[in-house]
């Protein structure tokens, strides 16, 4: 019985130990992904800006599409943020990433939120309530202000 | 009465000949865009395969969630190869791609078909459903040939 416990809470410590990007066969795959992630989703998130601001006629249908497509990608980046991936490959990513990671994953969590948000508003076919969600969304989401938040990523 | 018909005739026209990257600023973006989405599913794609091929343990939830994004990331890459984005950034795309657009749209929907089926069965949490889908899935969503089949896409 005590060595049942004993090798649980062996297994519960390295589950803890094992960096994130322990599912990336290497740092620089981790890194492409995370900024293939957000590259992919800055397309979508620009899309309904357009349309938020006036720059491109709002069409309920695409408006929804892209913001389900927002939703989806912002829960993956996040993964590949692990130890030893902040440096490698073409990463500028900010260094506070690490050394403030209780912040960092609060913004994560604050943008899956309001994107899943902007996700609903849209659905409802409302371009006002696009354009308040689109407004409310953190600083971290906003194309103009990721590169000065993430870094390179 | 007559205007509106010609106005309406050639809105029409002009979405049909508008390409499929007039939804990215540049041809650059669409290039990005499409390598960016299909490496993100391939990162997928290989954490199910390393299950599917006994390489890493068997975990219903991470198999149904990593099919999930799979099948929701191939449904993203085929706007991006609109015309006029065979060349530029760093592609190596297959120029068939574009000579032979039946061929190519005809290989995407049985991605995203197979990839449907391949997040059902993950869904099922049971291994040898998903080992059968994953080993049905068309050869372009093969990690292996994916570079020969679309180029560095």
Do not use: C
Not at 2 to 11: E, G, I
Request: glycine share 6%; hydrophobic share 45%; proline share 5%.
């Amino acid at each position: 019985m005590k060595a049942f416990t004993l090798a649980a809470a062996a297994a519960t410590l390295l589950s803890l130990a094992a960096p994130a990007s322990a599912q990336f066969a290497k740092a620089e795959d981790a890194i492409k992904y995370r900024q293939s992630a957000l590259f992919v989703m800055s397309q979508h998130f620009g899309r309904i800006g357009a349309m938020a601001s006036g720059r491109t006629p709002f069409d309920a249908k695409v408006a929804a599409d892209n913001a389900e497509v927002v939703a989806s990608m912002a829960k993956l980046p996040w993964a590949a943020f692990g130890a030893g991936t902040d440096k490698g490959g073409n990463t500028k990513a900010n260094p506070e990433i690490w050394t403030e990671q209780g912040k960092f994953k609060e913004a994560n969590e604050k943008l899956m939120a309001e994107t899943a948000k902007l996700a609903a508003a849209a659905k409802t076919g409302n371009l006002d309530a696009v354009k308040t969600a689109f407004t409310a969304r953190p600083p971290v989401a906003r194309p103009a202000t990721t590169s000065t938040e993430l870094g390179n990523n």
